[in-house]
């Protein structure tokens, strides 16, 4: 899984102020428990004392009889804390009033076991994703669920190559794009790239999205963008002051998403920086969705004929027909 500095300083910051706060509590929780019932406190410091005598035997003993002494040690810690929760349970009192609250059990708020990053981080990190690709537009409306086949025409033949109608070859697209997202860590090679062509309205924005929700809530690293926003982004890491380190984010994560390319503003730096992104992804085998309305033709024509050849060749595309749905 992938996913940018930010992202991973935001979730240690609040982890660390989730142990902060479990620390706390427990403290506070000592003190009144302590004023209200001063025989624990002296159970307390009996429990500390006795671990402390079971150090200094380990360190110091060394006859026959020291498993027999550590046990018996033991044992009084044992008794010591039953008396604990004993008044802790007469006073209406949970037993473990005193222990220290964690928001995870399972990593005690460290954002870490022993096999790794602990899911609560894992988690973390989904939720700045989804934050993040928010920022830009509301995930929730583009679900599988609610894509409509029944907006595309069914009464012509799109394409002769395949002889279907609008509406079976989106069918088609939909099926493939929910089988990509479903098996995305499952995919070859040959499938791991798709460019969503056609005119506008046609459901490809839609679909990418769907694409993006179901991968971020089953642990993918995301970056969506516009291929506007994403230039404008580039343009500030490199010329401006952002610390971000945007670019990394874009060819590192799991999954790119670019939307509406050719919409952009037309330099040599555009060309530069969508060849250097999508040949490096591709030696990186890294996964990429491109949504344009230009044809195969356009893009030939608007962009250097490396860069087309890299999408065209080795890009499964998915082309779409009808008219703008939005407007039906």
């Given at each position: 899984m992938s996913y940018n500095k930010r992202m991973f300083e935001e979730a240690e910051k609040i982890i660390s102020q989730r142990r902060k706060n479990a620390i706390e509590q427990s403290k506070a929780r000592k003190r009144e428990i302590y004023k209200l019932f001063p025989k624990i406190l002296?159970?307390?410091?009996?429990?500390?004392?006795?671990?402390?005598d079971v150090a200094k035997e380990v360190l110091s003993s060394s006859g026959d009889n020291l498993k027999e002494i550590i046990q018996g040690l033991m044992l009084k810690n044992i008794s010591l804390q039953e008396e604990k929760k004993l008044i802790l349970k007469k006073n209406n009192y949970p037993e473990d009033y005193l222990e220290i609250s964690y928001y995870c059990n399972k990593c005690e708020d460290s954002g870490y076991t022993k096999d790794g990053i602990c899911d609560c981080k894992k988690q973390l990190l989904k939720e700045q994703a989804y934050k993040k690709l928010n920022m830009s537009v509301n995930i929730n409306n583009f679900k599988f669920s609610n894509f409509k086949l029944d907006c595309y025409p069914d009464n012509y033949i799109a394409s002769e190559k395949s002889g279907k109608t609008p509406r079976e070859i989106a069918a088609d697209n939909f099926k493939y794009c929910e089988d990509y997202a479903y098996n995305f860590f499952n995919k070859s090679s040959k499938s791991k790239n798709i460019l969503m062509q056609g005119g506008t309205g046609l459901g490809k924005t839609h679909l990418s999205l769907a694409i993006a929700g179901y991968c971020i809530e089953n642990g993918v690293g995301v970056v969506y963008a516009s291929s506007q926003q994403l230039l404008h982004?580039?343009?500030?890491?490199?010329?401006?002051?952002?610390?971000?380190?945007?670019?990394?984010?874009?060819?590192?994560?799991?999954?790119?998403?670019?939307?509406?390319?050719?919409?952009?503003?037309?330099?040599?730096?555009?060309?530069?920086?969508?060849?250097?992104i999508i040949n490096t992804r591709l030696l990186e085998n890294k996964s990429t969705i491109i949504n344009t309305n230009l044809s195969l033709e356009e893009i030939l024509l608007k962009y250097s004929q490396r860069l087309a050849s890299r999408i065209i060749g080795e890009y499964n595309i998915l082309t779409f027909y009808g008219k703008d749905y939005r407007l039906s």
């Open positions: 002296k159970i307390d410091n009996l429990i500390s004392k006795t671990s402390i982004k580039l343009e500030s890491d490199k010329f401006g002051d952002s610390q971000e380190g945007f670019l990394d984010s874009v060819l590192e994560c799991d999954l790119l998403i670019i939307d509406d390319l050719g919409a952009e503003f037309y330099t040599q730096f555009t060309i530069s920086a969508f060849y250097n």
